[in-house]
């Protein structure tokens, strides 16, 4: 082997606490660079910068006041989602991409910033986007049944505590009978999409259920 110098190069690097299949950098490797760490956001600071993004969504496209109450609901819900999701859906050597993030986070905020005022007609439609906006981010990645039956139960209990409306009620128009309930089933049947509006422009086109 021969000798490599290196000269004037410039090495910037990431990586996230060890778990989950990320391995410990050892000080040997570490000593040739200056570590910059950043502590975890708490709750207060994770509903505010997101709140903040929600509350100009619905000044924007125009909501009346009582979508704005709902949209801190939507935040504190999701942010209470994510919490369990990080908890309770670890990774494992048969499910290593069971990892979450706060990108996680605000892509359940962004995707239901998609929609306009005009495709939202009252208020079960907007938490039926929340619930589809989460199943998109989380449970589309799980591979295991008893994964996705934890989550669809606590989506449940969220709209039931969190929202404060039967979830027979917000999914009334996917049963096909007044006595049925809501089951994994039905929410594999709640689709909001824009690929409807096909010749329409993207930016022209409609994210709509």
């Known amino acids: 082997m021969s000798k490599i110098d290196l000269i004037n190069v410039f090495i910037c690097a990431a990586m996230g606490p060890p778990g989950g299949g990320r391995n410990e950098v050892t000080p040997r490797f570490m000593r040739h660079f200056h570590a910059v760490s950043m502590v975890p956001f708490n709750d207060a600071t994770l509903t505010r910068i997101f709140s903040t993004l929600m509350q100009t969504y619905l000044r924007d496209q125009e909501f009346t006041s009582d979508f704005f109450l709902m949209g801190n609901v939507m935040v504190d819900a999701t942010l209470q989602v994510y919490k369990a999701a990080i908890s309770n859906l670890l990774p494992t050597p048969a499910k290593s991409h069971y990892v979450f993030n706060l990108r996680d986070f605000s892509r359940v905020i962004l995707g239901i910033c998609l929609i306009k005022k005009e495709q939202v007609p009252n208020k079960q439609t907007f938490i039926r986007l ?18 996705r039956q934890w989550l669809v139960e606590y989506i449940k209990n969220s709209i039931e505590t969190s929202f404060k409306e039967k979830v ?3 999914f009334s128009h996917l049963l096909e009978n007044s006595k049925d ?3 994994e089933e039905t929410f594999r049947s709640l689709i909001f999409g824009d690929f409807m509006d096909i010749d329409a422009l993207l930016e022209d086109r409609n994210y709509d259920e």
């Open 181 to 183: 309930n809501v089951t």
């Open 130 to 147: 929340w619930v589809h906006e989460v199943l998109r981010v989380f449970y589309d990645r799980l591979t295991d049944d008893s994964d």
């Open 168 to 170: 027979n009620a917000v």
